[in-house]
């Protein structure tokens, strides 16, 4: 996949880019459920309950390095995960990148 959307504002260095975009896709390969685009900066993303510590710790990790990203994470019905995704309207193309990744 094209990571090209990477912002110029990403604080993590280059060399690890790929290794977390590559923690994204298998995150999302294995636990999305359901993925919704609610507006130009917001995603609303279902992940099974099993995924709940992976999601805490990297949406961490990726607000250390990418503080414009904003994720929210509450309860889903039947227990599962629910992560709402919203950037500044500056990176609207990062988040366009992002909802590439997911599985269709």
């Known amino acids: 996949m094209d990571d090209h959307w ?3 504002a990403c604080r993590l260095p280059t060399a690890e880019q790929p290794l977390r975009l590559a923690e994204f ?3 999302f390969a294995d636990h999305l459920r359901s993925a919704d685009r609610v507006g130009p900066h917001t995603l609303d993303l279902v992940l099974s309950s099993e995924s709940r ?6 949406t961490a990790r990726e607000t250390e390095c990418c503080s414009f990203f904003d994720f929210t994470i509450t309860e889903a019905p039947r227990n599962q995960v629910r992560v709402r995704v919203d950037v ?3 990176y609207a193309a990062v988040l366009d990148g992002l909802s ?5």
Do not use: F, M
């Not at 510590?53 to 990297?58: G, H």
């Open 53 to 58: 510590a992976t999601v805490i710790e990297l």
């Open 25 to 27: 896709d298998q995150l």
């Open 88 to 90: 500044p309207p500056a």
């Open 100 to 104: 590439e990744r997911l599985p269709r």
């Open 6 to 8: 990477v912002p110029v």
